[in-house]
T-cell receptor, first 114, second 112 residues
Framework: EAQVTQNPRYLITVTGKKLTVTCSQNMNHEYMSWYRQDPGLGLRQIYYSMNVEVTDKGDVPEGYKVSRKEKRNFPLILESPSPNQTSLYFC?????????????FGPGTRLTVT | GDSVTQMEGPVTLSEEAFLTINCTYTATGYPSLFWYVQYPGEGLQLLLKATKADDKGSNKGFEATYRKETTSFHLEKGSVQVSDSAVYFCALIRDSGYALNFGKGTSLLVTP
């Protein structure tokens, strides 16, 4: 089954404790992306990757890091989480960025930073 | 920059009622437009899309027509079901193709 998986689905952590949210897709997609969803703000892009070893900032990259060492994986790293990073995070992938290519979303990771 | 505005919710309807969720966009070009649906506890799923003016996207009884003259992409369904209860997001894809710009989402609750 074609899918995007994320782990963990739920995470509660404390300020400053480094964490990683994993994302993996089994569709051989070149393009992957991270979004955060906040009430009243919709979804905003954090980082994206066009292919292995190629990443770029989205609209709200501050406080986040990413890496793309393998085509299927695109982890999101919070080196020193803060309470304002409490949010619902979605990973997405697409066969190719562009007007006609559907983005497939993972189930989401709900992060709470206390 | 390009943006999407959709009606605020929540919207509460009785089963079999007619649904309209308004969406308008601002863009320099003619981006592809999308409706995504998020069921409780799940990720976003593509509901339908339209890639050029006058295109009509349709899926699962939902429809939306890309209206260039009114810069709109309103979502409609003739007869909603309880299982349609979800959050609906209107979105456009930027010129770069590297990101979707989403509206803030409209929560729909359908009661029996």
């Amino acid at each position: 089954e074609a899918q995007v998986t994320q782990n963990p689905r739920y995470l509660i952590t404390v300020t400053g404790k480094k964490l990683t949210v994993t994302c993996s897709q089994n569709m051989n997609h070149e393009y992957m992306s991270w979004y955060r969803q906040d009430p009243g703000l919709g979804l905003r892009q954090i980082y994206y990757s066009m292919n292995v070893e190629v990443t770029d900032k989205g609209d709200v990259p501050e406080g986040y890091k990413v890496s793309r060492k393998e085509k299927r994986n695109f982890p999101l790293i919070l080196e020193s989480p803060s309470p304002n990073q409490t949010s619902l995070y979605f990973c997405a992938s697409s066969s190719y960025p562009g007007q006609n290519y559907e983005q497939y979303f993972g189930p989401g990771t709900r992060l709470t930073v206390t | 920059g390009d943006s999407v505005t959709q009606m605020e919710g929540p919207v509460t309807l009785s089963e079999e009622a007619f649904l309209t969720i308004n969406c308008t966009y601002t863009a320099t070009g003619y981006p592809s437009l999308f409706w995504y649906v998020q069921y409780p506890g799940e990720g976003l799923q593509l509901l339908l899309k339209a890639t050029k003016a006058d295109d009509k996207g349709s899926n699962k009884g939902f429809e939306a027509t890309y209206r260039k003259e009114t810069t709109s992409f309103h979502l409609e369904k003739g007869s909603v079901q309880v299982s349609d209860s979800a959050v609906y997001f209107c979105a456009l894809i930027r010129d770069s193709g590297y990101a979707l710009n989403f509206g803030k989402g409209t929560s729909l609750l359908v009661t029996p």
